[in-house]
C-alpha cells in the first residue's frame, strides 16, 4: 500500500464498501494471529487490552473482504519458541494467509538449526528483531553471535522485520546494513516513528532514514497507520498526512519532470504523467480532478532538497494526457 492508495480508500471507503473492484490483489503485509482460548493463553495482547479477543484467519478474511483483501503476512506476537510452529500450522489449512514471519532470538547456539528447520516450510519469510521482548538492537550488533545469526538469514534469502520504529533504532538498521549489505530488512510501522523536535535529533534522523532509503534491500512497511490520542483514535484522514507523506518523500519512488510548461506537466520519467495517475490511483483515477486533490504531487529543484513544495492538482487533459497543478512545475525539478 501507498500514501495515495490509502488517503484515497480512506476519504473513499463508503465506496470501497458498496462494491470493491481491485485492479491488483491487495495483501495486508501485518497482521497478528492468536486464540486466547488456548490452555496455555497466550502472551499478547494482555487481558486487560480492548483487543483481547482471539485473531484468526477466518474471521480476518471475513472482515476484510469488503474492503477487497485477499491476502495477508502473519508477524508472530509472541516470546515462545513454539509459537512459530502454531501459526505454520494455522496458516497451513488458511489460504488467505500467504507468509509468516517469526521468532527467534538471534545470537542464540541453536538459532541456525531452529532456523533451517523452520525455513523447510515455505510460508516462513524471515524473523522480526527490534523494540520489543526486552531486546535491543543496537547493543546486539556489537556481538559476533547476532552478526553470524543475520548473515544466515541473509543466505536463505529471508528477512529481518525491525519492530516498533524510533531514531535508535533507526540508526541501528543502518549499522546493521553495513554490516550484511545482502540482507533484506523491512522497516515495521513507519507511519509511528515519531521525529525529534531537536534540530540536532531531528538532522541525524533524517539522514539515517535517507540513507536507509537508499540501499535496495531496505523497505518502509506503512503498517500501524492508526494510533490512539488521549483515548481516541482519531478518524479524520488528514490528521495522518503529515508521517505518511513524511515517510513516502523519502521512501516513495522519486521521478523525473522531463516535460513541462508552467504549471502543465506532460510527462515524468518520459512518460505520460496521467498514465502513471491512473495506474496508482486504479478505479479512484476515474473521479479525476475531483479526486486529485488528495494526491498533489510533492515537488524540488534538486532530489537532495530537504524541503519539498506541494503542488495540488487542478486539471486532467485526457487527449495529451498532460495534468495542470496549482504552481509551476519547471522541467528538470523531481517529483513524488
Same mark, same amino acid.
Given at each position: 500500500m501507498n500514501r495515495r492508495t490509502f488517503l484515497g480508500a480512506a476519504a473513499c471507503s463508503t465506496k470501497l464498501l458498496a462494491a470493491p473492484q481491485q485492479q491488483h490483489p491487495i495483501i495486508d503485509t501485518h497482521i497478528h494471529l492468536f486464540d486466547i482460548s488456548r490452555p496455555e493463553g497466550v502472551p499478547w495482547p494482555p487481558k486487560n487490552s480492548s483487543i483481547y479477543k482471539s485473531s484468526l484467519p477466518d474471521s480476518y478474511r471475513k472482515l476484510t473482504a469488503p474492503f477487497g483483501i485477499t491476502g495477508?503476512?502473519?508477524?508472530?506476537?509472541?516470546?515462545? &519458541?513454539?509459537?512459530? @510452529?502454531?501459526?505454520?500450522?494455522?496458516?497451513? !489449512?488458511?489460504?488467505?494467509?500467504?507468509?509468516m514471519v517469526g521468532n527467534l532470538e538471534l545470537g542464540t547456539p541453536d538459532f541456525g538449526k531452529q532456523l533451517e528447520r523452520l525455513h523447510k516450510n515455505s510460508l516462513f519469510r524471515g524473523i522480526r528483531y527490534g523494540n520489543l521482548w526486552g531486546r535491543d538492537l543496537g547493543n546486539a550488533i556489537s556481538k559476533p553471535e547476532? *552478526?553470524?545469526?543475520?548473515?544466515?538469514?541473509? #543466505?536463505? #534469502?529471508?528477512?529481518? @522485520?525491525?519492530?516498533? =520504529?524510533?531514531?535508535?533504532?533507526? %540508526?541501528?538498521?543502518?549499522? *546493521?546494513?553495513?554490516?550484511? &549489505?545482502?540482507?533484506?530488512?523491512?522497516? !515495521?510501522?513507519?507511519?509511528?516513528?515519531? *521525529?525529534?523536535?531537536? =534540530?540536532?535529533? %531531528?538532522? #541525524?534522523?533524517?539522514?539515517?532514514?535517507?540513507?536507509?532509503?537508499?540501499? =535496495?534491500?531496505?523497505?518502509?512497511?506503512?503498517?500501524?497507520?492508526?494510533?490512539?490520542? @488521549?483515548?481516541?483514535? &482519531?478518524? !479524520?484522514?488528514?490528521?495522518?498526512? !503529515?508521517?505518511?507523506?513524511?515517510?513516502?518523500?523519502?521512501f516513495g519512488p522519486e521521478r523525473a519532470v522531463t516535460r513541462s510548461d508552467r504549471n502543465v506537466v506532460f510527462e515524468l520519467d518520459g512518460r505520460p504523467v496521467l498514465d502513471l495517475y491512473e495506474e496508482y490511483l486504479g478505479d479512484l483515477a476515474s473521479g479525476l480532478p475531483g479526486t486529485g486533490l488528495l494526491f498533489p504531487l510533492a515537488v524540488k529543484k534538486h532530489p537532495d532538497d530537504d524541503n519539498a513544495l506541494v503542488r495540488t492538482l487542478l486539471g486532467v487533459n485526457r487527449d495529451d494526457r498532460s495534468l495542470t497543478f496549482a504552481g509551476n512545475i519547471p522541467t528538470g525539478w523531481s517529483a513524488s
Open positions: 495477508a503476512i502473519a508477524v508472530e506476537c509472541s516470546p515462545w &519458541p513454539a509459537d512459530n @510452529d502454531w501459526v505454520l500450522n494455522i496458516a497451513r !489449512d488458511a489460504p488467505i494467509i500467504l507468509g547476532f *552478526i553470524a545469526g543475520l548473515k544466515l538469514l541473509a #543466505d536463505a #534469502d529471508l528477512a529481518l @522485520d525491525t519492530a516498533n =520504529p524510533t531514531p535508535a533504532l533507526m %540508526r541501528a538498521a543502518a549499522r *546493521i546494513t553495513d554490516r550484511v &549489505p545482502n540482507l533484506r530488512m523491512v522497516l !515495521d510501522h513507519m507511519p509511528q516513528l515519531k *521525529i525529534p523536535d531537536d =534540530p540536532a535529533g %531531528r538532522k #541525524d534522523c533524517e539522514a539515517d532514514l535517507r540513507s536507509l532509503a537508499a540501499r =535496495p534491500n531496505v523497505f518502509a512497511k506503512i503498517s500501524g497507520i492508526v494510533r490512539r490520542v @488521549d483515548g481516541r483514535v &482519531p478518524l !479524520d484522514v488528514g490528521f495522518y498526512h !503529515d508521517r505518511l507523506d513524511h515517510v513516502w518523500d523519502i
